[in-house]
């Protein structure tokens, strides 16, 4: 009981269907908490419509929070405090002036979901929502959050319920290795936003004409999501995930697992 | 990066007073260009005031037109009702540069004071008098497809980065700037960027400490008849090779007033002078368009990468006045254009 309480938020279910899948790695899953090469492992382990199965809920577990453990005090040059909502709870953080919000989130904060690319404001990899809009967190210095509300990747879903834009990217295959997904997803949700506004783009006929809410063809989302760059050009099917979000509508999905099923 | 001192601004007079105090000081807006330039060792400022929260952000009608507030955010500025509605060269521009998120960020004041993306400029191993005056121009019998082709110099033929700002020159901005003590200025946009000359360290006019505080755009009777034209390597998300702001008036068939300002071409936003002065009073034929446009590039100097900037700006200014003559709305004159691919 007393090694269980290093990773509590492992529920029983969750404890059993690890124990079945990789048994020799229970021990240091319960002692340090679930780790990415597990995750690889299962991979390995499983094979893919095994994995399917347990796919989400192993991807729940992976994207919580584990809490890094805090060093002992040490002196920070220009250190700042900061206090600002991250994914719904409150977050005080002492940081160098120079960290940006991404490494906050990745190497203080343990939420990994936002990625670095490019760390140069090119690729939009570490795009993240704060106080509504979609911004660059590696060009956002941490100490600059002051107040502000930051959504992540981790903080779309609802429980075990995936947020429409996570669902319809699975749906439509919307990424191939997942590198910019984080990112792409934290995009297409705050464009729904920007659409619903009657916001425009380079691409909109006539920006003179403001409407309550544009409703967006390919070629308009592939415009405003030209600050997401995927390098296995998976843009047909993220295209077609966002279509079917901001649409409300179905868009047929193109993938099947070779056994016919969806 | 670098060691910096870091401090929100707790007004618009503290945040003045301690960056003109401190020479390498800098306002920080949405950090977007200043940021990554501190990760690439280019700049080097030892303290950051922190701006966007001071009260400069609002968009609204003065007696002498639209103000713009320098800590407005590019995309709240581009989609602005009276912006849009009056100012579309500059909707138009702003939404042709950077991405979603960037817009997002960038504040107005910054989006002027942006460096330029000069390969050289951004090596710290490679000499560049910008980034350190006196040790040579990289680019100048480097690579240099992307650079200057209007008032360079033997120091400089970096080109300035922003659509935004074209839009501004074409539209006669004001900028109003207030720096120690108090002390206002108005600066016609014009005189805000600079050519290199023996000088291209310097990229503008601002005075250290002084702060964008608003962006004035006079009356115009051009809204109906505006277009940006952005030429790129790939159809979003990159720097212009060429672009053009075209405006007109139209009084019968005469043209009674007209802009035209280019981007890429040079170290500030270049407004087409020559050309202006050719097509007023005259009727808004493509003939006069080709006639103006191949006047105002008669004075370029391509470099050894660049000489094809030079058709291409000539034909980029037929077009963008071909695309204000026809309202200004997107789609009429891009080429390659997939309006009708909605699948």
Known sequence: MEERSTFPDLSEAERKALEELMPDEMGEIISSGIKRRHFLKLFAVTGTSLLAANLLGIEQLMARSVPIEEQPPVL?????????????????????SRMTLLDTLRERLGLTGSKKGCDHGQCGACTVIVDDKRVLSCLTLAATCED??????????????????????????????????????????????????????????????????????????????????????????????????????????????????? | MRPFKYSNASGPAAAIKAVTANPTARYLGGGTNLVDLMKEDVMRPSELIEVTRLKFSAIEKKANGLSIGGTATNAVTANHGLVRENYPLLSMAILAGASAQIRNMATNAGNLNQRTRCTYFYD????????????????????????????????????????????LAALNAVVHVEGANGAKRSIPFAEFHRLPGNHPEIDNNLKHGEFITSIELPPNHLADKSYYLKIRERSSYAFALVSVAAALEINGNKIKDVRIALGGVAHKPWRATIAEQLLMGKEATEANFKAAALAELKNAKPLGQNKYKVGLAAKAIVRALEGAMQGGTYGAMEAGSTTTNQN
């Not at chain 2, 240099?144 to 970096?158: P, Q, T, Y």
């Open chain 1, 76 to 96: 920070i040059e220009n250190g700042i405090n900061v206090s600002f909502q991250v994914n719904g709870s409150t977050q005080k953080l002492t940081v160098d």
């Open chain 2, 124 to 167: 710290v191993n490679m000499p560049c008098n910008k980034r350190e005056p006196g040790t040579g121009c990289g680019a100048l019998h480097g690579i240099n497809k992307n650079h200057a082709i209007l008032g360079w110099s033997e120091k400089c033929v970096a080109t300035y980065p922003s659509d935004m700002a074209v839009a």
């Open chain 1, 148 to 262: 502000k509300k930051v959504t992540t990747i981790e903080g779309l879903a609802i429980g075990n319920e995936l947020h429409p834009m996570q669902a319809s990217f699975i749906k439509h295959d919307g990424f191939q290795c997942g590198y910019c997904t984080p990112g792409q997803i934290c995009s297409a949700v705050a464009l729904m936003g920007e659409a619903k506004n009657g916001d425009a783009s380079y691409v909109t006929a006539n920006v003179r004409k403001k409407e309550k809410s544009v409703k967006l063809s390919n070629e308009e989302i592939r415009e405003r999501m030209s600050g997401n760059i995927c390098r296995c050009g998976a843009y047909p099917n993220i295209v077609n995930a966002i279509r079917e979000v901001h649409g409300d509508q179905a868009v047929a999905q193109v993938w099947q697992f070779a056994d016919g099923t969806i």
